[in-house]
């Protein structure tokens, strides 16, 4: 069953425009240009209930866009969104009861005051009983190793604290539906991974759906097994990232450590990197098993491996042909 | 509306555990407070006692009454202003608080109500001051003090109406600034803010009467120091509850077109 349905949605905004300087300046005084910008150009797509789901795309492509008419925050200009059966733009309580938008820039918590202050107000604002608000405040705290950390005022805390506590804070009242824009925004990689496994575990353990935007690849990679790649408003992509590294990636990688030293290698495809004894290799994929068991015939090698091409990389040619 | 209350009572909370991390910023706060009323008074109390004592009936000991409740009413009626609203837009607030499954009008009315709390307190001692330097006059019966405490309230919440209100043109300007000092001449002149209105001229007294502003300001004030019967007291809060309403009205309508328009910009 579906709890995301997007039908044809489209958001055009109209931006003013004018050139730089006093004079035109004062031209936009008398008339205005404006500009319509579609950021969001007649999407499609479903997603059902439990699937995490990664919504990838260049600055600008409509992702955050397509989210934050998913979560009620912007009106479409057209097209239908449902979300768990509401229509977001309607901004019923009942749905934003159920649903979350985190974004790396985010600030609903109290500046001067403890985290857990801010967490009581949104135990009111949802309308959480008492014992489920101890219980979830405490799980969501233990499962992002907060400890202390929600006593201290929030702006003591560094940057990865505060998304943190911010999370908890968005989770309090155990939304059904996540979107998640960047949430590993400027977070070392360490709180990125702790992160990530928390966001496996909330997905694992609430059912919850996550509809996620993300530049690091680490984060599709380890949380979606499924991608909607959008560009210029438009989907260019929509399904399994394997299907997307399939679809997209025309070459494997080659790792290989060889027993000696100056061997020219040109021959068996396109060098990428040698540093005496190991290199890097990239061949065709059609080729891979006949020049890979070429290579081990024709030298002595001590190990070799084969990838796929980088996520970063196949994700770069799909925009590139978009 | 038990869920309501409970926000309610968690945001006063909030906002006065907020208040209390900056007590310094307060206390200044409370002095750049005074300095408006002292003026208004030392100016009419001087008019008062080179005029034989009076001024349209007021002596320099009702100024003086007048003045040191009129900080009690200012610090009541101080609301979420327009440039409150300026700044949400502009900045991430907003976005966060149309996530909520409340209104943000709620959230401004209990956030400034907890904000009194600090204010009210250090407004005390400053008010006991003022009695021993400038000596007002007044006796209020127990019914018009029961007013008093019930008008406040009231200009408060019809303060908050309109100032969301002007708020709100945000959606459309981003930038509200001028719009909101176009309201504050008004308020200044008809409200009884900078004199009571009772010395204005009468077309300023009958323009006031198409406006909320004397009920934000002078029927507070006059329903403490002033002669007014109970008729007039009820026909005061009466009116109020009629501002309140209405702005109610303008505020929900503004609102569904203003919800269409956010375009959530710089994030």
Known sequence: MSVIQVKNLNKTYQVPEREAGLIASMKSLVKRKYKEVKAVDGITFEIGAGEVVGFLGPNGAGKTTTLKMLSGLLYPTSGEGSVLGFTPSKRDKNFLKQITLVMGNRQQLSWDLPALDSFDLNRAIYGIADADFKRTRDELIALLDLGELVKKPVRNLSLGERMKVEIVGSLLHLPKVLFLDEPTLGLDVTMQKRLREFIVEYNKRYGATVLLTSHYMADVEALCKRVIVIHHGKILFDGDLSGLVQRFSSYKTLGVTLESNGVDLSSYGDVVWQDGLRATLRINKTEASRVTAKLLNELSVYDLTIEDTPIDDVIEKVFAQG | ?267
């Open chain 2, 1 to 267: 509306m038990k869920d309501l209350f409970s926000y309610y009572i968690g945001m006063f909370r909030l906002s006065v555990l907020e208040e209390f991390q900056y007590p310094v910023s307060a206390a200044f706060y409370m002095i750049d407070m005074v300095a408006e009323p002292i003026i208004y008074l030392v100016v009419w109390s001087s008019v008062a006692q080179s005029n034989g004592g009076t001024v349209g009936g007021y002596t320099a000991g009702t100024f003086a009454a007048y003045y040191i409740v009129w900080m009690l009413v200012r610090n009541m009626n101080i609301v979420f202003t327009p440039y409150g609203w300026e700044h949400r837009i502009r900045h991430v607030r907003l976005a966060m608080a149309l996530l909520r499954p409340i209104h943000p009008l709620h959230n401004d009315i209990a956030w400034m109500a907890g904000w009194k709390v600090i204010a009210i307190t250090l407004w005390i001692p400053i008010a006991a001051i003022m009695v021993w330097l400038f000596q007002p006059t007044f006796n209020p019966t127990w019914y018009q003090v029961v007013a008093f405490f019930v008008a406040i309230w009231g200009a408060y919440l019809v303060r908050t109406m309109f100032q969301t209100t002007i708020g709100l043109i945000t959606f459309w300007t981003t930038r509200v600034s001028a719009i909101f000092e176009l309201y504050f001449a008004g308020e200044l002149l008809m409200s009884g803010r900078l004199v009571p209105l009772s010395l204005m001229p009468s077309w300023v007294r009958t323009l006031a009467n198409y406006f909320p502003f004397q009920w934000t300001f002078g029927f507070p004030i006059e329903a403490l120091i002033g002669n007014l019967t109970p008729a007039q007291l009820i026909y005061g809060l009466g009116a109020q509850v009629f501002w309140i309403l209405f702005g109610v009205l303008i505020v929900n309508v503004f609102w569904g077109f203003a919800v269409k328009r956010f375009t959530s910009v710089g994030n």
